[in-house]
């Protein structure tokens, strides 16, 4: 799905059509275009400036279509067998002519727009769910639903594997790159966004924590470095990029609680020369030491560690903690359906998001998003 300036296109899996709503003087959006596909329809991508429209199909292939000025017509360019089964996600580059596009086959491929020509592809250990794309450096960015994110050189026919990040616990989801910041997001389906810093050259990656279900839309305000997270439990977040975050901390390993040093249920020898029973471990998330129940039974949020719901910390670091670190960096809002898909209008401060529910909603962002 898309939005520009007061026309939507929609794609509809179900029924194999593609529509085009256009905004009417009532205010209303009705369609202008219902396009039947030879195959049900799985991802898209659409480019503003040429009005050049990528879909993905359930077959493996894309097709290509321009969409007139008045977005009324739909003109057929050109198909690329791109995989052996579903395309999962499309991106266009117009500065390089180059259509890059992921399937359930585990094949990431480049296409030439130009030609139709296939210049190179890369097999991904799992199936592809996020794919980003950098410009200046030719470095692409492909989340799978293994949980980490691949690093890829491209050339124009060959391609080089620069790195590997493994962060979550769940399958990626979905990602969202600030060129300007140099600053890939990843959402997961563990509920967790990454913040991972590749323009620093240090290797920090900071967890943001906002969600009680699976993260599934990411966008990015790049003029106020706002980052705006959807998922499964219908909330959407609104991130303030532009603090100063703290990178959380390696949990330690130890065999009895770094703070009482009561054993813990595993150590049997301290259990059995102090004669004491062993408890179970927790850790600080704030500090990551090793704790018992008893040394962490509070609970606090820390925001600027991108908990901005409260976790377990132990009761030195709870007491350290002052109401302006608890100060929250995002905002909460209730979308009132599972989103699975958003598209943010930065011009207009516009967010459009899809649901489960097969309900389109736009939103007016500029309260908070400005």
Request: proline share 3%.
């Amino acid at each position: 799905m898309a939005s520009r300036r007061g026309r939507l296109i929609v794609m509809e899996a179900q029924n194999r059509t593609v529509r085009v709503w256009l905004k009417r003087d009532s205010g209303q959006y009705w369609p202008s275009i219902y396009h039947m596909m030879p195959s049900p329809c799985s991802c898209m991508s659409f480019n503003p400036e040429t009005r050049r429209l990528s879909i993905g199909l359930d077959n493996g292939t894309i097709s290509e279509f321009i969409l007139s000025e008045d977005y009324n017509k739909m003109t057929p360019v050109k198909n690329y067998q791109a995989h052996q089964s579903r395309v999962t996600m499309i991106l266009f580059v117009l500065e390089l002519e180059w259509v890059l596009s992921t399937g359930q086959d585990k094949q990431f491929a480049w296409h030439c727009s130009e030609s139709g020509q296939r210049l190179g592809g890369y097999r991904t250990s799992a199936v592809a769910s996020g794919l980003q794309f950098d410009v200046e450096t030719r470095h692409v960015f492909i989340g799978d639903q293994s949980g980490q994110v691949t690093i890829l050189k491209l050339e124009q026919d060959n391609c080089t594997l620069v790195t590997t990040f493994r962060g979550h616990t769940g399958g990626v989801t979905a990602l969202c790159w600030d060129p300007v910041q140099r600053v890939l997001f990843s959402g997961s389906s563990d509920h967790s966004v990454i913040m991972w810093d590749i323009g620093g050259r240090k290797g920090t990656a900071i967890e943001l924590q906002g969600h009680n279900d699976k993260v599934q839309a990411l966008s990015y305000a790049q003029h106020t470095r706002q980052l705006i997270s959807c998922g499964g439990d219908g909330g959407i977040v609104v991130w303030n990029m532009d603090v100063e975050r703290q990178e959380t901390p390696e949990w330690l390993d130890s065999d009895s609680c770094q703070k009482c040093d009561q054993p813990f249920f595993w150590n049997f020898k301290q259990m059995w020369d102090s004669k004491k029973i062993g408890l179970r471990q927790h850790h600080c998330r704030k500090c990551g030491k090793a704790v018992c129940g008893k040394c962490s039974s509070k609970r606090s949020s820390i925001p600027l560690m991108g908990f901005e719901f409260e976790v377990r910390v132990c009761d030195s670091c709870h007491e350290a903690i002052t109401d302006e670190e608890r100060a929250p960096t995002a905002t909460f809002h209730d979308s009132k359906h599972n989103i699975v898909h958003v598209h943010f209008d930065a011009t207009r401060g516009w967010l459009l998001t899809s649901g489960t529910d097969k309900v389109i909603k736009l939103w007016d962002m500029t309260p908070v998003v400005s």
